[in-house]
């Protein structure tokens, strides 16, 4: 199930040659069952482009992230300084992968790029812990914040039962799926209408909040930095808080081979992305203390919901939809991207073989999405929304920090190359420093969750030998990896892609 790079064929029988020629495979005669060329289409536009950042950007972070970045800060003024250095150093990572995006243009981002620069060790390592644990972490954390706020209207009097926002919360991991297996286009067009909702539940935020600034209701900013001192432990977890709310900036690099004209429209879409969801963030959080205190803000569990309670009666039911979609959005566009590194990987023979299929007619890399879903709803019935915030920041922010250094040795590794957009060399080197650093500190801070991340990330080394280099494996196992699939090329009806044949 696992290949070497650059393999379409390993045998004589009739399923890779059918393989070979772009063709379900069949299972007793050999004889193709559908010809035709297979490729991820260039779909993704300017316009598709910005709904993939914002659209995955602001999802729970900007309703359940306040709580704790205020906790770990101690102060209403420390708290807002760290939204705005968040969104600055978010930015100086989305240039520098608009950089990337510019000369490398294959998708996959993270893993491709560790791959460019750093060879296939780190790379399988990188899309080893995102099958593992961060995919499948990230789309727990914010699938049930969507399972949350969609039944908060129905359980405004008393408390929402945890089984109820787990099975909803499944519902709707599938429903994103099924809508990713199924078309491109409309995975797209619903996206760029989700992240039209999600602006609207900002603005419904922040118009308030301007009307009770002008009004003098400033009495939550006086003494703004005056609290409990912000402590060497909390600050990292302040900043993680911070940044995964932010985070999102880098799957628009997860798909270059689909976006038009890429030069353009990655550097483009990631600055305009950047700018309204930074300056979103920041007034959005500027109106929750017009009205929230910081006391009340930590005891709240959904800070969207009782910031709309106080300001607009009975029209606070309609928030909790609104975030729910926004939710929503942040999954769809989450899966969207990141089914793409698995299925690149694949295509690098990093991972099975069949992740790099497919489907016949819908064009949609079918197994590379549902691959996600057994782990996704393991992490769902089995975690922490916190602990798993932190736990996958960890590993997530390792790996950005080095895709980013590998900006920089590529600089001198490979100066001669095409490099439509260039950010000066000080902002990867203080946006993979800070990465590097909140790590660290992350070691001291948490060393429990860190720890456990840091040794199941680990496990990628023995993997990759065991999977991708020893390649004297039995010749029965490997004839059982090919009939499994065989089978699942047929029942799931895929087939590789041109490029894959190409490659």
Not at 71 to 95: E, H
Not at 361 to 370: G, N, Q, S
């Amino acid at each position: 199930m696992f290949r070497k790079a650059a393999v379409t064929t390993v045998s004589n029988g009739s399923y890779l040659q059918g393989q070979a020629n772009g063709r379900l495979p069949s299972m007793d005669s050999g004889q193709p069952a559908q010809e035709g060329k297979v490729v991820l289409k260039k779909k993704v536009t300017l316009l598709r482009g910005i709904s993939i950042i914002i659209g995955t950007i602001i999802g729970a972070g900007i309703f359940i992230s306040p709580k704790g970045i205020l906790k770990n800060t101690g102060s209403v003024g420390m708290s807002l300084t760290v939204w705005t250095a968040c969104g600055i150093l978010s930015l100086f990572g989305a240039l520098c992968y608009a950089e990337l995006g510019t000369c490398i243009k294959k998708s996959g981002g993270h893993y491709i790029y560790i791959l460019e620069a750093f060879g296939p060790l780190p790379a399988f390592v990188r899309v080893w812990v995102e099958l593992l644990i961060i995919r499948p972490a990230a789309t727990a954390v914010i699938s049930l914040a969507f399972g949350r706020y969609i039944l908060e209207p129905f359980f405004m009097q008393c408390e929402i039962p945890e089984l109820a926002i787990k099975l909803i919360t499944a519902v709707g991991i599938t429903l994103v799926m099924v809508l990713n297996s199924t078309s491109v286009s409309w995975s797209a067009r619903i996206q760029i209408f989700l992240t039209f909702c999600k602006l609207v539940a900002i603005l419904i935020i922040i118009v308030p909040g301007v009307i009770q600034l002008i009004k003098g209701e400033t009495q939550h900013f006086k003494n703004a930095f005056a609290g409990n001192d912000a402590s060497v432990m909390g600050l990292p977890l302040a900043f993680y808080s911070g940044m995964y709310a932010y985070s999102g900036w880098f799957y628009l690099n997860f798909v270059t081979e689909e976006v038009e004209n890429p030069e353009k429209n990655i550097p483009l879409a990631i600055c305009i992305s950047m700018i309204i969801v930074t300056v979103g963030y920041v007034l959005t959080n500027v109106a929750y203390f017009t009205t929230i205190s910081a006391g009340e803000l930590l005891l709240s569990k959904a800070v969207a919901v009782t910031f709309a309670e106080r300001l607009m009666g009975n029209f606070s039911l309609a928030v909790p939809v609104f975030v729910a979609l926004s939710c929503f959005g942040s999954m769809n566009g989450g899966i969207f991207a990141v089914s793409r590194m698995f299925f690149v990987a694949s295509r690098e023979g990093h991972l099975p073989e069949i992740l790099s299929m497919i489907h016949v007619r819908k064009h949609t890399p079918l197994p590379a999405v549902i691959v996600l879903h057994p782990l996704t709803m393991i992490m769902l019935f089995n975690g922490d929304l916190y602990s798993l915030l932190n736990f996958l920041s960890f590993a997530r922010w390792l790996f950005i920090g080095l895709v980013v250094a590998g900006l920089i040795y590529l600089r001198y590794k490979r100066p001669d190359m095409p490099r439509p957009f260039k950010v000066p060399l000080f902002i990867p080197a203080l946006f993979s420093f800070t990465c590097l650093f909140m790590v660290a500190l992350s070691l001291y801070s948490d060393p429990v969750n860190t720890g456990i991340g840091f040794a199941i990330t680990l496990t990628g080394v023995p993997a990759y030998y065991l999977f991708i280099v020893w390649d004297k494996k039995p010749k029965w196992f490997r004839k059982l990896l090919d009939r499994v699939t065989v089978t699942l090329q047929i029942l799931l009806e895929v087939v590789p892609s041109e490029e894959d044949q190409k490659s």
